[in-house]
C-alpha cells in the first residue's frame, strides 16, 4: 500500500509494474521518467513513494526542503500540485518538468525557472548507428584507434554479464576516486542497483571485454515507443577511444528499432557537456523547475 502524502514509504522493486503503467500511458519524453532512475536512484536521493488521490508522487527529502518529481497518473495536475503544497510541512520544489506543464505550476504560484544543467540530449538513432557524415570524421577515428588497439568482443547483457560489470565499476570508481567526489560516490550506489538488479529492471546493456576483462559497459531501456534511453556508460579512461566505440557498439546493438537515443543530461559538468554536444544533437529537451516565492 501507498501512503498518503505527507506520509511515505520506501520504494522497493514490486513497485516497478505501478511505474510502468503510469508511463506506458503517459509515455515520457524527460529521462528521470523512467523506474530504473527512480529506483536505482532513491538512495543516493532519498527518494520515497508516496500518494495523492489517483496521483503518485516521488518526494525526496533534501537539506533545504524536499523535491519532487511533476504528480504521475491520470487528470489535471493543478489540483493535486496545490493539494501537495497545503500539506507540505517543509519548502518544495517541483523537478523534471516539461515545459507543456509548466503553467499550471504557475498557476499555483510557483516561480518556474530553466534548469539547463538537467536539459536532456537528444539524438537521431541512425547517426549514432552509422557515425556517417564529415561532421562525424572525429568520432569514426576514435573508434577506429581503439578497434586498432584492442583485442576485443562486443557482448550483449545478461547478468552474469552484469556482475562483471560490477567489478569493472569498482576499478573505474578506483581510478576516478569515487569515494572523494560526492556525485560519482552517489552515481556508482545507483550503477550497483541497475547491475544487480539487471534482469528485474528489465533493462538492456552492452559491454566490452578485452584481454579477458571488462573493460567498458552502458545500460539503457526504452524510454518511450520511439526513443532509447543511455543511463550508464563507463569505459577505461587509460584507452584512447574506447568511450567512442562502447558508444557506437550499443547504439548499433540497441537503437536500430528506435527513432532517437536520449543520453541524459550534463549536470553542468563541463567535460561532459562538451563531449554530449560533440555528438551533435537533434534537439535538446529543456526541463524546468517549479518552487515557493
Not at 86 to 103: G, S, V
Not at 171 to 180: E, H
Amino acid at each position: 500500500m501507498i501512503p498518503e502524502f505527507p506520509e511515505s514509504r520506501e520504494m522497493t522493486l514490486a513497485d516497478k509494474p505501478a511505474f510502468d503503467a503510469i508511463f506506458a500511458a503517459h509515455p515520457p519524453e524527460i529521462s528521470a521518467y523512467t523506474f530504473t532512475n527512480i529506483y536505482a536512484w532513491r538512495n543516493a536521493y532519498d527518494s520515497t513513494i508516496s500518494r495523492l488521490g489517483d496521483h503518485t508522487l516521488v518526494p525526496c527529502s533534501r537539506a533545504e526542503g524536499l523535491s519532487c518529481l511533476r504528480p504521475l497518473g491520470d487528470g489535471a495536475i493543478g489540483p493535486v500540485i496545490a493539494e501537495v503544497l497545503r500539506r507540505a510541512d517543509r519548502p518544495i520544489i517541483f523537478e523534471r518538468l516539461a515545459a507543456e506543464e509548466t503553467a499550471e505550476f504557475e498557476a499555483a504560484g510557483l516561480i518556474v525557472e530553466s534548469d539547463r544543467n538537467n536539459w536532456d540530449y537528444l539524438y537521431a538513432a541512425d547517426d549514432l548507428i552509422t557515425l556517417a557524415g564529415r561532421r562525424y570524421d572525429g568520432k569514426r577515428n576514435f573508434v577506429a584507434r581503439a578497434r586498432q588497439s584492442l583485442d576485443y568482443e562486443y557482448l550483449r547483457m545478461d547478468a552474469a554479464i552484469a556482475a562483471e560489470c560490477e567489478e569493472f565499476a569498482d576499478r573505474w570508481c578506483d581510478m576516478r576516486m569515487c569515494d572523494t567526489v560526492d556525485g560519482l560516490r552517489k552515481e556508482r550506489c545507483a550503477i550497483y542497483q541497475m547491475l544487480t538488479n539487471f534482469d528485474a529492471l528489465g533493462i538492456v546493456g552492452g559491454a566490452i571485454r578485452a584481454n579477458g576483462a571488462i573493460v567498458a559497459f552502458s545500460l539503457g531501456e526504452a524510454l518511450n515507443p520511439e526513443t532509447l534511453v543511455v543511463h550508464v556508460e563507463k569505459a577505461d579512461p587509460t584507452i584512447e577511444g574506447l568511450y567512442q566505440l562502447i558508444n557506437f557498439e550499443f547504439c548499433k546493438a540497441e537503437a536500430g528499432s528506435y527513432s532517437y537515443v536520449n543520453r541524459e543530461q550534463d549536470l553542468g559538468i563541463p567535460g561532459l557537456r562538451k563531449a554530449k554536444e560533440s555528438y551533435h544533437p537533434l534537439r535538446m529537451i529543456e526541463v524546468f523547475a517549479a518552487r515557493s516565492a
